[in-house]
């Protein structure tokens, strides 16, 4: 049972797709505590073969999710969850995550990898229902006119956000980036939330001392 005395993981990612995954296994591999979350609904569920992914050509969507759970599993500080977020809230620590079962996750940092870019939806889908989250607008994510009339949130080249600790990476970034773009993204978002961690970490006193050469005698 998490209490207030439970320390945050190091990342929670909400959503299981090319992106999420991506940035779960590298997550695994620099060993920070992560837990992803994924409803298993991704946006190309409805096709029968995904096409375009070097090695990966013609298969299909699900097949791309299982390959993907299966090789994550073998990273022991990653916990994957078949469950949907149901709400998000900043706190001093960091983020809390409430999913559909009830259950709170709490991390000190959260990537949005939710699929389809909200902020260009969400406006339109909101006049047929109220039932809509979109977790970074609620979060205070800013965003802004695109050349093409609709509005994306401010978002930098690695996921960054005006939120400190907030990415958004993939589809939920750019509309449309494809399998394979999805995954870089993933990746590099994660590449560089293991970079500032490490900063973080990192203390001088750490360092290992290395004695001074002596001057050469003439
Ligand atoms: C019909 C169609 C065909 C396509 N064909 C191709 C193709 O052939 N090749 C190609 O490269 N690209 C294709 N694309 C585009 C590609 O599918 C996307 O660009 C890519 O999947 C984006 O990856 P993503 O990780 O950002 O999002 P997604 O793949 O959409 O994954 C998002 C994940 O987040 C989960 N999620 C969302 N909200 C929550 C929540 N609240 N809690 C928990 N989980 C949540 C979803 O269930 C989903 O699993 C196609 C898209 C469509 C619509």
Known sequence: M??????????????????????????????LDATIVNAESPRNAVTTASHGFLTRDDVHPTELVAIAKQQLATYGTVRYLNDTVVSTRQTAKGFEVVLGDGFEH???RLALFGGESAAHYAPMI??????????????????SST?????ALDVGDTGGTNIGGLYVVGDAKTGFSGVVGAAAEGAAC????????????WSPTLAVSVPATPPRSA
Do not use: K, N, Q
Not at 3 to 25: E, H, K, W, Y
Not at 190 to 199: G, L, R, Y
């Open 2 to 31: 998490i209490t207030t005395d439970t320390p945050p993981l190091d990342l929670v990612i909400i959503g299981g797709g090319p992106a999420g995954m991506s940035a779960a296994l590298i997550a695994g591999r620099a060993l």
């Open 106 to 108: 709490r991390g000190e």
């Open 126 to 143: 909101r006049m047929w229902t109220d039932d809509l989250m979109v977790f970074a607008e609620s979060l205070g994510v800013t965003s």
């Open 147 to 151: 050349d093409w009339g609709t509005t």
């Open 190 to 201: 994660a590449e560089s939330i293991v970079h500032e961690i490490a900063v973080e970490r």
